[in-house]
Structure formats: C-alpha cells, structure tokens
C-alpha cells in the first residue's frame, strides 16, 4: 500500500495523560499536514511541514501540542496532559511541493476520557 | 480568514437519480477547490478538484462548476449508485507561503437508496 498510513488507528487515553501519533507520508511527497475532525465537522488544519521544517501552525495548536518531522519522511503528533476537548480524529496528508493535491490517511482516533 | 459553507446537510436519492451539493466561500482570493468522498472510518478521500482559471471540470459521473464572480462551486453526481453514500466534503484554499490551506465546509451526508 502506497497511501499515507497513520499508527495507531485508535487511542483510548485518561486526561491528563500524554499521546503521540504517527504519519507515514507517501514517499516522494514533500509536504506533510495535520489536521483535526471532530464529529459532524469538516477537518481543520493544525500544522504542515515541508520536508523537515515546520512551516505553518494554526491557532488550535495549543502549546499541549507539538509536532515533528525530524527527516523530512514521517512526522509525530504529541500532545501532553490530554483534555476531554481533545477527543477527535487526527488526520495526516501529504503532497508534493506545489501540488495542492491533498491525499490523507485513515486517521487515529483519539478518546480522552 | 476563509469560511466555506456547504448545502444540504444531508441529501437522499434514489439510485440512478443526480446529485447535486452546493458550497460557497467567502475569500475572493481562493483559488483551489477539491472535493472529498468520506466514508465511514476512513480518512478523506480527493474525488475531484478545480482551479479558479478554470470554470467546470468533469471526470466520468463527477463534475464540478465554479463561479467566481458569485464565489460559489457545485458538485454534480450523475447516475448514482449506492456505493455513492458516503460524506461529501467541499473546501477552499489558496497558496500563502507557499501551502494550499484547505479550509472545509461541514459536510453532506449523501445517501443513495437502492
């Protein structure tokens, strides 16, 4: 499969607790994003990456959050000391650099009890 | 910033039957507006897309029409099947340092009835 995958799928976390997601872009793609869906809404856009540096973060990236993509292939999505409000699906997409084509993975899931 | 509002909701037809979802933005500067099948459990998928130099583009049962002066775009289904039901997304963007930001509306439910 050549698509984006993201690990793991689904997260079931206490508050408070910290959480790392990961993304696998499609290979030849420069550009790497991630966004936030929480039920009955459209994804919103957190961050993007172009190569390893990180270009763009929206204001919903709450200093809880930190994003990495230290070689320029997959990235990680932490989030410390998670909140309830935090509950969502996170997904990730990748494009190549000018290409606004978008292609996303699955998701992960995340649960804040 | 980019608002992006999508109609209806939710949509039903029957098989065999067109689709129609409308969207329109509010940044006249937009310039890219793809379209993403959702299913369930699955992550957004890119069906069809349009740049602002163009006015409708079309891919065998899926078309979309732009209208910039109205700042609006349309996604047209032809001849649906039931493997059409999933969520529909609409959304806007234009490059700003050097990223298409997607900007999405809220999503149709469509729901094609054998």
């Known amino acids: 499969d050549t698509g984006v995958s993201q690990n793991p799928r689904h997260k079931i976390t206490k508050r408070g607790q910290n959480v790392t997601f990961r993304c696998d872009p499609i290979?030849?793609?420069?550009?790497l994003y991630w966004y936030r869906q929480t039920l009955g809404q459209g994804p919103e856009f957190l961050t993007y990456?172009?190569?390893?540096?990180?270009?763009?973060k929206s204001r919903l990236l709450s200093d809880r959050f930190s994003a990495e993509r230290p070689k320029g292939s997959f990235s990680t999505l932490e989030i410390q000391r998670t909140e309830q409000g935090d509950s969502a699906m996170y997904l990730c997409?990748?494009?190549?650099?000018?290409?606004?084509?978008?292609?996303f993975g699955p998701g992960t899931r995340l649960t804040v009890l | 910033g980019e608002n992006v509002e999508q109609h209806p909701s939710t949509l039903s037809v029957q098989e065999g039957d067109s689709a129609v979802i409308k969207c329109t933005y509010s940044?006249?500067?937009?310039?890219?507006f793809p379209w993403y099948k959702q299913e369930l459990g699955k992550g957004p998928q890119l069906i069809i897309d349009?740049?602002?130099?163009?006015g409708e583009k079309k891919d065998q049962r899926i078309a979309v029409t732009l209208n910039k002066t109205a700042k609006h775009f349309s996604l047209h289904i032809t001849e649906t099947q039931p493997e059409d039901s999933a969520v529909y997304f609409c959304?806007?963007?234009?490059?700003?340092?050097?990223?298409?930001?997607?900007?999405f509306g809220k999503g149709t439910l469509l729901t094609v009835n054998p």
């Open positions: 997409a990748s494009s190549l650099v000018e290409a606004a084509g978008k292609f």
């Open positions: 290979s030849e793609h420069n550009r």
């Open positions: 990456f172009q190569n390893e540096a990180q270009l763009e």
């Open positions: 940044d006249s500067a937009s310039n890219y």
């Open positions: 349009i740049r602002s130099n163009v």
């Open positions: 959304a806007a963007s234009r490059k700003r340092i050097g990223n298409y930001k997607l900007t």
